[in-house]
Every structure is written in C-alpha cells, then in structure tokens.
C-alpha cells in the first residue's frame, strides 16, 4: 500500500481521535489514557498501523484497507474490529473480547489471539500460524491455512486446513463447537 501520510510517536486517548482518516501510517502510537476515548480509527480507508498499543474500546470500526503489524490489544480493548473489509493482521499479540465480527477478506498471520467471542459472521478469513482462536465464540468459520490452536469454540463449526492442537478445558461455559479438518483422510 501507498500512503500520503505518516502519524508517529504519539499517544491518543480521546475519542475518535483519528477519524475518517485515509492513506496514512500510523507508527509507534499509544491508543490509551485518562479520557478513555471510544473508536480512535472509526471508518478509516487506506491505513498501515504498526507498532501501536492499545487499550480503548472500539478502536478499528468500519475500517477498509487496513494493516495491523506489530501490534498489541490489552484485555480492556473491547470489540476491537468489527464491520471491516480488507484486513491484514500480522505479527499481533491481541486480547479482548469479540475481537473480529461482521468483518470480510480479513488475513491474519503468525498472531495470539486471546479473545472470548472472536470472529462472529466474519467472511472469508485466511488465518496462519495464528494461536488460541474462537474462544467462547458462536462462529461459523471456513479457514484457510494453518491454525496454531483453537480454543473452546462455544457453538457452530469451524472448518480448517491444519491445526495444531484442539483446545477443550478450563472452559468457564459449555462449550458445544466443532472443528472440522479439511482433507483429513485424503
């Protein structure tokens, strides 16, 4: 991707802090403090954001074309991505509830994923490498690519290339899910 802009080394904890914002690289930023501010990247189009901290509540809504690289969501960033298309996540460490929902042509690579609830009517999801997904989610999911582990999907099925391991303990809630490998017996 190509960008105009570049935003660096700042922190922002107001809401909507950097809304409406296109063809930018937001780098090494912190998205936390005081204000506590809500949807710091809502209904961005065309971003890169590498580096960055978060702990805000929904930071990336309605975003198109984004990147997430090198990145960290703590547990008090809730429902950090939903409604957006066109996602890379790369090299992430993320936590916090309902991570992706509603989201399309979403990639995500060599990434922890800690999230109670991930990846709700989520479409067309290339995940590799990726660890401990679909905790406690209702999800309906056909992977592509590799799949380091899965956590105690609540409900529904998840249809994957490779996994892993198959994570079903210390559950705090029935968990019913079915993870399918493709091509198993082939």
Partial sequence: ??????????????????????DTEVINCT?????DGE?????????????????LRYPLWHAKKYEL????????TRAPIW????????????KGIKLLRECNHTEIKNSNIDSPEFGW????????????????SEVEADIKGNVVSIK????GNIIVDSVGEI???DSIMEVKGKVVIRNKNE
């Avoid at 990247?41 to 590498?50: A, D, G, H, P």
């Avoid at 105690?152 to 409900?155: E, F, I, L, T």
Wanted: proline content about 1%; charged content about 35%; aromatic content about 10%.
């Fill in 1 to 22: 991707m190509e960008y105009k802009n570049v935003i660096e080394n700042k922190t922002f904890d107001e809401e909507r802090a950097l809304y409406n914002l296109k």
């Fill in 121 to 136: 009517k989520c479409n067309d999801i290339c995940m590799e490498d990726t660890d401990l997904a679909f905790e406690y």
């Fill in 152 to 155: 105690n999907p609540k409900s």
């Fill in 167 to 169: 994570i079903n303990e």
């Fill in 31 to 35: 998205f936390a403090g005081k204000q």
């Fill in 39 to 55: 949807s710091v990247l809502k209904e961005t189009r065309n971003i890169s954001v590498k580096d960055c901290a978060f702990s």
């Fill in 83 to 94: 409604y957006s298309d066109d996602g890379l996540i790369e090299n992430c460490d993320l």
């Fill in 69 to 76: 690289i090198h990145s960290t969501f703590d547990e008090k």
